[in-house]
T-cell receptor, first 112, second 114 residues
Framework: GQNIDQPTEMTATEGAIVQINCTYQ??????LFWYQQHAGEAPTFLSY????GLEEKGRFSSFLSRSKGYSYLLLKELQMKDSASYLC?????????????FGTGTLLAVQP | EAQVTQNPRYLITVTGKKLTVTCSQN?????MSWYRQDPGLGLRQIYY???????DKGDVPEGYKVSRKEKRNFPLILESPSPNQTSLYFC?????????????FGDGTRLSIL
């Protein structure tokens, strides 16, 4: 079966660093995406990993270990506007399909 | 501006009354998809389309229909809506699934079926 696990909720302090973990078990692997979703809004793309290692994009970084079925999203210098849900999604198949399997999301609350 | 447009944004209706949610994208994307999002269940794929006249079932297709007569449009049809279809619906589009091309999401349609 296909399964993606993330913590349901996390709390962090403004200015701090937070790491959101994602583990996956899928029938194949062709890339992992992180999306940010503010309440009632559309998910927006944050990062993509397909090879092992760290991808850095400003305050946001994402790490992948394919052998462990594990990824994390690292948010630095947290701001109040980072309060949102963070969705981990795996593209399990290659070829022309872009089917994504989503985790249930991690709701991050940033406190002053 | 590159975007995915869904209509309506909100709809309250009654059981059994057919409805259509429209989705249009202006990015010339081949791939389009419909999701529903429910608390504790995350985003689940309903149907997807890899190109004009090519559609396939996702993980939760029961009670839904789609069509892809033009590349830019991918409407979601509920022939006989039921209360368990009350949800937040998202349409998404992308180029075909190679590399880092993300899916671009519409703003969502909140459906309430009474």
């Amino acid at each position: 079966g296909q399964n993606i696990d993330q913590p349901t909720e996390m709390t962090a302090t403004e200015g701090a660093i937070v790491q959101i973990n994602c583990t996956y078990q899928t029938s194949g692997f062709n890339g992992l995406f992180w999306y940010q979703q503010h309440a009632g809004e559309a998910p927006t793309f944050l990062s993509y990993n397909v090879l092992d290692g760290l991808e850095e994009k400003g305050r946001f970084s994402s790490f992948l270990s394919r052998s462990k079925g594990y990824s994390y999203l690292l948010l630095k210098e947290l701001q109040m506007k980072d309060s949102a849900s963070y969705l981990c999604a795996v593209r399990a198949h290659g070829g022309a399909t872009n089917k994504l399997i989503f985790g249930t999301g991690t709701l991050l609350a940033v406190q002053p | 501006e590159a975007q995915v447009t869904q209509n309506p944004r909100y709809l309250i209706t009654v059981t059994g009354k057919k409805l259509t949610v429209t989705c249009s994208q202006n990015m010339n994307h081949e791939y389009m998809s419909w999701y529903r999002q429910d608390p504790g269940l995350g985003l689940r794929q309903i149907y997807y389309s890899m190109n004009v006249e090519v559609t396939d079932k996702g993980d939760v297709p029961e009670g839904y229909k789609v069509s892809r007569k033009e590349k830019r449009n991918f409407p979601l049809i509920l022939e006989s809506p039921s209360p368990n279809q009350t949800s937040l619906y998202f349409c998404a589009s992308s180029t075909r699934g190679q590399g880092s091309q993300p899916q671009h999401f519409g703003d969502g349609t909140r459906l309430s079926i009474l």
